[in-house]
């Protein structure tokens, strides 16, 4: 059941109609998980300025930024029916809606930021934005989340070898699940909400995820360890569900995915100076990073690619065809 404040969404949906009735302006509702120091928030600041300034004023975006219209999970199935216009999810989330974003979180699927862009931003990457269509939920672009690694509390990780005994939290998602168990740890999903106090009191010994957000969730007071195997690039997505899309005249839709692209390229740039940022942060607080040889975990993660190619024989072509890129 999606716990949400339901008179904020009845004003939501109230105030988009009454935009459209009134005045022929169309307002979309923008609901992201992120802070607003973020810089996936900093990117559709971009997305709202640039629609305003494309549409002159006709496209308009209200953004609620920090879950205050639900997780990511619950505002995919807003946007299913049609309550929020916009979202942006993990791609690791939307795989529970779209199978084929699964592909994304295969452990070391890219060679570098180079070749995951070149995949993202190219014909294979749009193929898969287009592939939510069918489940009301439609991409538009994607955001950078950079790469995921360890942190600990009280184990440095060095080698697959040290995960050997360790609870590592990480998102409930079956790839991500996979990976850590793979590497020799003991995969734990839990809400992201928790695991400050989870981590503190040791019911987890560590998790995994990028710089920005292993500094902003304030998760590097209580680990010790940062260890950079970057083991997965999973990326964010911008949504828009298709209820709204499919209204929207051929002009209208051609405002929205440019002004889409146009933050995609702005929060690049937003996400690296948050990397350098935060990375700059956690050694300051005492913080060990590790560089680590990733060799050894992408041979130790093979396995996880192996399986999902025998679960899913119908993906195993998208993966080669990334791979080949």
Not at 204 to 215: L, R, T
Not at 257 to 282: G, I
Not at 284 to 312: C, R, W
């Amino acid at each position: 059941m999606i716990k949400i404040n339901f008179l904020v969404l009845v004003f939501s949906i109230l105030g988009f109609m009454s935009c459209q009735k009134d005045s022929k302006v169309k307002v979309f509702y923008l609901a992201h998980n992120s802070s607003q120091t973020h810089p996936v928030h900093k990117g559709v600041l971009v997305f709202q300025d640039a629609l305003k300034k494309k549409s002159k004023g006709k496209l308009l975006i209200k953004i609620f930024p920090d879950s205050q219209l639900g997780s990511e999970r619950e505002v995919l199935e807003l946007l299913q029916i049609g309550s929020v216009a916009i979202t942006k999810v993990s791609a690791a989330t939307l795989s529970n809606f779209v199978p084929e974003y699964s592909v994304l979180g295969i452990p070391y699927l890219f060679r570098d930021d180079n070749h995951k862009f070149r995949v993202l931003e190219g014909e294979t990457g749009k193929s898969i934005l287009e592939k939510g269509s069918k489940f009301w939920l439609r991409g538009l672009c994607y955001y950078d989340a950079g790469n995921r690694s360890f942190y600990t509390k009280t184990k440095p990780i060095r080698t697959p070898e040290d995960l050997k005994g360790l609870k590592i939290r990480v998102m409930n998602n079956q790839m991500a699940i996979n990976m850590v168990n793979a590497l020799g740890g003991s995969a734990t999903p839990m809400a992201y909400g928790e695991l400050y106090t989870a981590i503190q009191q040791g019911v987890v010994d560590g998790a995994e995820n990028n710089a920005p957000s292993f500094v902003s969730s304030n998760h590097y007071e209580v680990t010790k360890y940062y260890t950079l195997d970057q083991h997965s690039a999973v990326p964010d997505v911008i949504l828009i569900s298709t209820k709204y899309w499919e209204k929207l005249s051929d002009l209208e839709k051609q405002w929205v995915q440019e002004a889409a692209n146009e933050s995609a390229q702005a929060q690049k740039k937003y996400w690296q100076e948050s990397v350098t940022a935060s990375m700059k942060v956690a050694k300051e607080s005492g913080v060990e990073v590790i560089l680590p040889e990733k060799s050894l975990f992408a041979d130790q993660s093979k396995s996880v690619l192996e399986t999902f190619e025998k679960e899913y024989p119908k993906m195993a072509t998208l993966v080669h065809k990334i791979k080949a890129e």
